[in-house]
Protein backbone atom coordinates (compact mmCIF):
# COMPACT_ATOMS: atom_id res chain seq x y z
CA UNK A 1 0.00 0.00 0.00
CA UNK A 2 2.68 2.49 0.78
CA UNK A 3 3.94 1.89 -3.14
CA UNK A 4 0.63 3.10 -4.36
CA UNK A 5 0.68 5.96 -1.85
CA UNK A 6 4.11 6.81 -3.36
CA UNK A 7 2.96 6.15 -6.99
CA UNK A 8 -0.36 8.60 -6.27
CA UNK A 9 2.01 11.27 -4.71
CA UNK A 10 4.59 11.21 -7.43
CA UNK A 11 1.77 11.43 -10.29
CA UNK A 12 0.15 14.36 -7.95
CA UNK A 13 2.95 16.55 -7.88
CA UNK A 14 4.22 15.75 -11.35
CA UNK A 15 0.47 16.60 -12.45
CA UNK A 16 0.76 19.63 -10.76
CA UNK A 17 3.76 20.72 -11.94
CA UNK A 18 3.08 20.33 -15.61
CA UNK A 19 -0.49 21.91 -15.21
CA UNK A 20 1.22 25.11 -13.18
CA UNK A 21 4.21 25.46 -16.40
CA UNK A 22 0.74 24.90 -19.32
CA UNK A 23 -1.49 27.28 -17.25
CA UNK A 24 1.55 30.01 -17.43
CA UNK A 25 2.32 29.35 -21.19
CA UNK A 26 -1.45 29.53 -22.52
CA UNK A 27 -2.68 32.70 -23.88
CA UNK A 28 -5.13 34.73 -21.86
CA UNK A 29 -8.52 35.41 -23.22
CA UNK A 30 -8.35 39.27 -22.41
CA UNK A 31 -5.25 39.66 -24.40
CA UNK A 32 -7.37 40.01 -27.65
CA UNK A 33 -10.15 42.11 -26.34
CA UNK A 34 -7.63 45.58 -26.88
CA UNK A 35 -6.30 44.15 -30.12
CA UNK A 36 -10.14 43.44 -31.87
CA UNK A 37 -11.42 47.15 -30.81
CA UNK A 38 -8.12 49.07 -32.22
CA UNK A 39 -6.84 46.57 -35.05
CA UNK A 40 -10.00 45.04 -36.28
CA UNK A 41 -9.54 41.75 -35.56
CA UNK A 42 -10.78 38.80 -37.71
CA UNK A 43 -12.08 37.11 -34.28
CA UNK A 44 -14.98 37.90 -31.88
CA UNK A 45 -14.48 39.67 -29.18
CA UNK A 46 -14.10 37.17 -26.56
CA UNK A 47 -12.51 34.26 -28.91
CA UNK A 48 -14.25 31.43 -30.56
CA UNK A 49 -16.84 30.27 -27.87
CA UNK A 50 -16.37 26.51 -28.75
CA UNK A 51 -12.42 26.30 -29.89
CA UNK A 52 -10.15 24.62 -27.45
CA UNK A 53 -6.41 24.46 -28.24
CA UNK A 54 -4.19 21.76 -27.52
CA UNK A 55 -2.80 23.48 -24.30
CA UNK A 56 -6.43 24.16 -22.84
CA UNK A 57 -7.47 20.70 -23.26
CA UNK A 58 -4.43 19.28 -21.55
CA UNK A 59 -4.59 21.41 -18.91
CA UNK A 60 -8.43 19.80 -18.28
CA UNK A 61 -7.08 16.05 -18.49
CA UNK A 62 -3.76 17.15 -15.96
CA UNK A 63 -6.22 18.87 -13.65
CA UNK A 64 -8.38 15.83 -14.09
CA UNK A 65 -5.60 13.74 -13.50
CA UNK A 66 -5.09 15.74 -10.07
CA UNK A 67 -8.24 15.74 -8.97
CA UNK A 68 -8.46 12.21 -9.04
CA UNK A 69 -4.93 11.46 -7.29
CA UNK A 70 -6.17 13.94 -4.76
CA UNK A 71 -9.71 11.75 -4.01
CA UNK A 72 -7.31 8.43 -3.72
CA UNK A 73 -4.96 10.18 -1.63
CA UNK A 74 -8.15 11.18 0.55
CA UNK A 75 -9.26 7.78 0.38
CA UNK A 76 -6.03 5.89 1.53
CA UNK A 77 -5.13 8.66 4.09
CA UNK A 78 -8.38 7.65 6.34
CA UNK A 79 -7.72 4.19 5.96
CA UNK A 80 -7.61 2.30 9.57
CA UNK A 81 -5.94 -0.82 10.06
CA UNK A 82 -8.17 -3.93 10.77
CA UNK A 83 -6.15 -4.78 13.95
CA UNK A 84 -6.19 -1.38 16.43
CA UNK A 85 -8.67 1.15 16.40
CA UNK A 86 -6.09 3.74 17.74
CA UNK A 87 -2.68 4.88 16.60
CA UNK A 88 -1.66 4.98 20.65
CA UNK A 89 -2.46 1.06 20.23
CA UNK A 90 0.46 0.62 18.28
CA UNK A 91 3.11 2.44 19.59
CA UNK A 92 5.94 0.05 20.91
CA UNK A 93 6.43 0.22 24.73
CA UNK A 94 10.25 1.75 24.84
CA UNK A 95 8.80 4.41 22.89
CA UNK A 96 6.17 5.20 25.79
CA UNK A 97 7.56 8.35 28.27
CA UNK A 98 8.22 6.67 31.34
CA UNK A 99 8.23 9.48 33.94
CA UNK A 100 11.48 10.51 36.00
CA UNK A 101 11.52 9.58 39.70
CA UNK A 102 10.74 12.17 41.89
CA UNK A 103 13.62 13.72 43.68
CA UNK A 104 14.36 16.02 46.45
CA UNK A 105 12.74 19.76 45.76
CA UNK A 106 16.12 22.00 44.91
CA UNK A 107 18.12 24.08 47.49
CA UNK A 108 17.09 27.65 47.65
CA UNK A 109 19.97 30.30 46.58
CA UNK A 110 22.39 31.56 48.96
CA UNK A 111 20.89 34.59 48.78
CA UNK A 112 17.08 33.73 48.81
CA UNK A 113 17.83 32.03 52.34
CA UNK A 114 18.81 34.90 54.32
CA UNK A 115 15.55 37.07 53.24
CA UNK A 116 13.65 36.88 56.17
CA UNK A 117 9.89 35.86 55.78
CA UNK A 118 7.02 38.09 57.49
Known amino acids: MN ?6 LTVQMLTALVM ?16 AF ?7 LFGASGSANFLSRSTAVLATVFFACTLALAYFG ?13 VPVSA ?5 PASAPAAPASGAAQIPAK
Open 20 to 35: VGLILVQHGKGADMGA
Open 3 to 8: VVVTIL
Open 78 to 90: NLRPATGSSVLET
Open 96 to 100: SIVPA
Open 38 to 44: GSGSSGS
